[in-house]
């Protein structure tokens, strides 16, 4: 509340100046051009390739695919990846090589991964970070996935075209907490809590041509792609990709569906396959189909009732390292327990007018990110998840203490990454 109390008085100064209001946080408003592109990234070569829980994969489901945006208004460009990907390893060389190929500012790129468990990973871990690298095949995969990403960007600015966008926001209950306290056991387990923190939030953007034509469709929303299971082997999208293939179908495929992972960290679809809860276990594909149908028809009816899309935009954007201290790993953590120090984690935000798309290199847990969105001077933020990079889970300060899985699975010490998260994205958000 504070932070929200001082904008006017920092704009105000900056009007004694002689600066606008728009010059003092860094960027002029401009006509605005969208370009979208998607290109087919499922694995030509399969060998050596697995899912996360490192069951080599058999065949090929249905396809992955890396979509990409990409904002304009003529002095400034940024750029939304969507990947069918488990998960990324820094990505800070990928996008210097982005800013050098394709002209879009290093620090203006997020590259967030599905997180989809029936998918590749890109490039190595993070040193310090708790992620499964892959199977031998990853640093080939890798390769030529990036090589995709560059050639869907490059495609995507050759693609720009006046434009108009609007905000919605929906709700969809294909989520749900899965920090489940067994009292018979006395401790946490993975399981369905139906009374734990949980975002039913779904965040819509809708981008149209200036017929008013939707061309692209980004969507923000909490849940693992986790349908399928560790005992599949067939490479699939899983419930993000189930539900991008819903939208574009929807829309005749005359718009492509970014889906970009929310607090997605102690989120479970409220359905899964076998091999994880056994006993209450759907069979994959009619539950991932039956997931995707329920969230991808939320963002189509949201995108349906957005009104007085807007064809001017502001854009900014910026980057800020967050060094949070490591917490001790036990001897049988992936890895080992040798571990760094400290951790660096990636806080990004691309702001386009009064909408802030915030991304975290890590799987934020749902009271991290409502933290955020108190804190915010802007009522549109989102937090895309899974981007830039994966150092593992990010829990909130109150977490520690309790044996819950994503604290089992978190690098970081307690008391860094709450508050250096949401003191940075909102720091990020007034500077832009």
């Known amino acids: 509340m504070q932070r929200n109390r001082l904008i006017p008085v920092v704009l105000a100064f900056a009007t004694c100046l002689g600066l606008s209001p728009a010059l003092a946080r860094g960027a002029d408003a401009g006509p605005l051009k969208i370009g979208v592109a998607k290109v087919d990234t499922t694995p ?27 904002i304009d208004n003529g002095t400034s ?80 600015k050759a693609a720009e075209q006046p434009a108009k966008m609007g905000i919605g926001t929906g709700r969809s209950y294909v989520n749900i907490s899965r920090d489940e306290f067994v009292q018979r056991e006395n401790k946490w387990v993975l399981g369905v809590n139906p009374d734990g923190p949980s975002d039913k939030t779904v965040w819509v953007v809708r981008f149209d041509n200036a017929a008013g034509e939707p061309i692209a469709v980004l969507f923000n929303y909490g849940v693992h792609s986790v349908v399928a ?34 607090p997605a960290g102690d989120q479970n679809p409220t359905f899964i396959g076998p091999g994880q809860q056994k006993e209450e276990a759907a069979p994959i594909y009619p539950t991932i189909d039956a997931e995707g149908l329920m969230l991808g028809a939320e963002v189509v009816r949201v995108a349906n009732r957005i009104e007085n899309p807007v064809a001017t935009a502001r854009i900014g954007a910026g980057e800020k390292i967050l060094t949070c201290a490591t917490k001790p790993r036990p001897a049988n953590a992936p890895g080992g ?8 984690m990636h806080l990004s935000v691309i702001r386009v007018n009064d909408i802030a798309f915030t991304g975290v290199s890590g799987e934020v847990v749902t009271n991290i990110y409502l933290h ?24 909130d300060d109150a977490a520690y203490g309790r044996g819950i899985f994503e604290l089992s699975g978190s690098p970081i010490a307690s008391g860094c990454a709450e508050n250096g998260i949401v003191d940075g994205l909102v720091g990020l958000i007034e500077a832009n």
């Open 44 to 70: 030509t070569n399969l060998a050596g390739l697995t899912n996360l829980w490192r069951k080599p994969y058999a065949g090929v489901h249905d396809h992955l695919f890396v979509r990409a945006l990409v």
């Open 77 to 156: 460009k940024a750029a939304i990846v969507a990947t069918d990907l488990v998960e990324y390893g820094d990505t800070t060389a990928l996008r210097a090589r982005i800013e050098k190929e394709v002209g879009i500012a290093a620090d203006h790129i997020i590259l967030t991964a599905s997180h989809d468990h029936s998918a590749p990973r890109g490039g190595v871990v993070t040193p310090g970070a708790q992620a499964q690298a892959g199977g031998e095949g990853t640093a080939a995969y890798s390769a030529w996935l990036y090589d995709r990403i560059v050639e869907a960007l490059t495609k995507a």
């Open 229 to 262: 299971g560790p005992e599949n082997d067939q490479v699939t999208g899983d419930l993000a990709g189930a539900a991008e293939r819903y939208i574009e179908t929807h829309f005749k495929d005359k718009v492509v569906a970014l889906f970009t992972i929310g």
């Open 372 to 395: 955020l969105r108190k804190a915010s001077p802007l009522v549109n933020t989102m937090m895309i998840t899974m981007a830039n990079d994966r150092i593992g889970y990010i829990v």
């Open 337 to 344: 327990a040798q571990q760094p120090p400290d951790i660096k």
